[in-house]
């Protein structure tokens, strides 16, 4: 559409009409036109299914971790605290595979040895849970990087249209070449419109795994420092109205705290 208002624009009323719409341009392509467009048109809906799926996936881990902050470690112990969890949750995920090494933490005869045990099975449950959630991500990388190359395919093979017409016409008119080169530009725009898209998606997603990895590793150093404590030690429990408490008594302690140097006492009359 909008190539046939740029030709509405720029022609004249007396001028013959000639059709440059996108579906005459991939028409004269023919089949191997349409082939590099229909694979163009998977890349980009493959592209879009990922994103959405990863940002669902991702958000999902991001609201059970204030689960986590709150409720989970205000339980007695670990056991009672997974069940506070959703279950299939990445996070319900990190304490089920603590507590299995902790069973198997008798077992050391060394010290040393049981603690690299609990630290070794805490990080192979976060490697296995970012493996998931990078899950995709390679695709768009790749749609990234292959997609402009695949619609210069398709570009190349319209010029290539475009001088077998002028070799067998013998003259280079412009009714003769138009068509293929019109295709030849669709080709490298539409590539070009599923590259970008993919290339932030991904730069997106991976900022966002980093920052749930973030997450997972200290929540995993949480677990690992309480379960050598034997539960003795557990992190600052910070809710939102143990937050707001906490300011406002900041935003107060100065203000307390000048009152008795700037008052005076009068004296006593005798």
């Known amino acids: 559409m909008i190539i046939e208002l740029l030709t509405v624009a720029t022609g004249s009323d007396a001028a013959p009409r000639t059709d440059f719409s996108f579906l005459h341009a991939m028409n004269q392509g023919g089949v191997i036109a349409w082939s590099i467009f229909g694979v163009l048109v998977i890349m980009s809906v493959g592209s879009f299914y990922i994103l959405i799926t990863k940002l669902l996936e991702q958000q999902k881990i991001m609201n059970q971790y204030k689960k986590v902050r709150t409720d989970f470690w205000r339980a007695n112990s670990l056991a009672e605290g997974r069940n506070k969890l959703d279950k299939n949750s990445a996070w319900r995920q990190v304490v089920d595979d603590?507590?299995?090494?902790?069973?198997?933490?008798?077992?050391?005869?060394?010290?040393?040895?049981?603690?690299?045990?609990?630290?070794?099975?805490?990080?192979?449950?976060?490697?296995?849970?970012?493996?998931?959630?990078?899950?995709?991500?390679?695709?768009?990388?790749?749609?990234?990087?292959?997609?402009?190359?695949?619609?210069?395919?398709?570009?190349?093979?319209?010029?290539y249209r475009a001088l077998i017409n002028i070799g067998i016409e013998g003259s280079a008119s412009i009714d003769k070449v138009a068509g293929?080169?019109?295709?030849?530009?669709?080709?490298?725009?539409?590539?070009?419109?599923?590259?970008?898209?993919?290339?932030?998606?991904?730069?997106?997603?991976?900022?966002?795994?980093?920052?749930?990895?973030?997450?997972?590793?200290?929540?995993?150093?949480?677990?690992?420092?309480?379960?050598?404590?034997?539960?003795?030690?557990?992190?600052?429990?910070?809710?939102?109205?143990?937050?707001?408490?906490?300011?406002?008594?900041?935003r107060t302690a100065p203000a307390a705290a000048a009152k008795p140097a700037s008052a005076t006492t009068p004296p006593r009359k005798p």
């Open 180 to 250: 293929p080169v019109g295709e030849a530009l669709i080709m490298t725009a539409i590539g070009l419109l599923v590259a970008v898209p993919a290339v932030l998606a991904y730069n997106w997603l991976q900022s966002r795994n980093k920052r749930i990895a973030e997450m997972l590793s200290g929540f995993s150093t949480d677990i690992l420092a309480n379960i050598n404590s034997q539960g003795a030690v557990k992190p600052a429990i910070m809710t939102k109205a143990s937050t707001q408490q906490a300011s406002k008594a900041a």
């Open 98 to 159: 603590g507590l299995k090494a902790q069973e198997s933490h008798g077992k050391m005869t060394d010290s040393l040895e049981a603690h690299d045990w609990l630290h070794g099975s805490l990080a192979r449950s976060e490697a296995s849970i970012n493996s998931k959630l990078a899950g995709g991500l390679p695709f768009l990388a790749t749609v990234g990087a292959t997609a402009p190359f695949v619609g210069l395919l398709g570009t190349v093979i319209g010029i």
